[in-house]
């Protein structure tokens, strides 16, 4: 059987580097099956919106990041509640 490659766009929805979401993003990439290519757009590199700057033009992070959405057969946002209550 032959598997056509698919493009995926990773979005993390943790900005902290050893936050839960990002580890379970690290597994997603190590389990994904092998037609699955991922790509990991961190939001970090995103500014907050702010119509001054997009009408001088996107910076090139949001640049980058539209792209790979755009080009992405698919686009997977890994965020979890991690908060119990009990």
Not at 10 to 29: D, M, P, Q, T, Y
Not at 56 to 80: C, H, M, N, W
Request: aromatic content about 8%.
């Amino acid at each position: 059987m032959s598997e056509n490659k698919l493009t995926i766009t990773a979005i993390c929805g943790s900005l902290r580097e050893g936050s839960f979401n990002r580890r379970v993003l690290k597994a997603v990439k190590e389990l994904a099956p092998k037609h699955w290519e991922i790509h990991h757009i961190d939001l970090l590199t995103i500014p907050f919106y702010n119509s001054d700057i997009e009408s001088q033009g996107d910076p090139q992070s949001v640049v980058k990041f539209k792209e790979s959405i755009r080009k992405a057969d698919g686009v997977l946002i890994v965020t979890l509640n991690t908060t119990w209550e009990f």
